[in-house]
């Protein structure tokens, strides 16, 4: 296991942390032993494990429970602290999912160290978080799309229609149907364009059918993509707007 040296710059940590999407794989004890109930589970859940992800910013955003939780973190060596997480406000019919959020912020508050296994070959990076009381996290790296496609991606917003509709690409097939949106420097809506078929799907989005949602998202671009694959790869950053449309 490998971790920086204290010589090593935060912004230079921060940079090899913020590269990959960090997946909770394993909870054990300060004696080594497993603990389960870790994993997101129930109404509302897809069977993915607890994200957390890092920025150069100094931010970590935490994922895959009912609400998403954002702080601030610091480091100095191998030394990290996290400091008070916020969450999104959204309800969910899931109260162990809620209870795990509440732990989950409550043990990353009580975070001391962490030390990361550099990918070899086509390993994946593995992230040990450790805690005051011995107790750690590991945590399998994901690249994130900034890290495979080389680049920060172009932020746009996407209003996505309630309804898919039939479309045909390679097959016929449900297409979601998007228009885009601008904002002046306040925030507020300048314009909207007309509604498109859109042929791919938005990394990260679940549609829900009669939800109207407006999205933030990065699109990045393949350096070489399959000739029946768009050139472009969306990925979700964040809702900005969400409504339940009645049906007519």
Known sequence: MQ????????SAASTLLS???????????ADGSAQPGWKPSGPGTDGSAIQLDFTDEGMLSVRNLCNQLAGRYTLDGNRMNVGHLVSTMRACNNQPLMELEQRVAKRLA??????MQKPQGDTAPVLTLTFQDG?????QGQPTPATLYGSTGVREFLEVAPAREACTGVAPMQCLKVRSVHYDSRGLKTEVGPWQLFYSEIEGYRHEPGVRNVLR???YERKNPPADASRYVY???MVVESEIVKPR
């Open 135 to 139: 107790g750690r996290w590991e945590l």
């Open 3 to 10: 971790a920086p040296s204290s010589s090593t710059q935060p």
């Open 19 to 29: 590269g990959y999407h960090w997946q909770l794989q394993q909870v054990r004890a």
């Open 235 to 237: 990925v979700l950053d």
């Open 217 to 219: 998202v990065q699109r």
């Open 110 to 115: 009580q975070l001391s160290s962490w030390q």
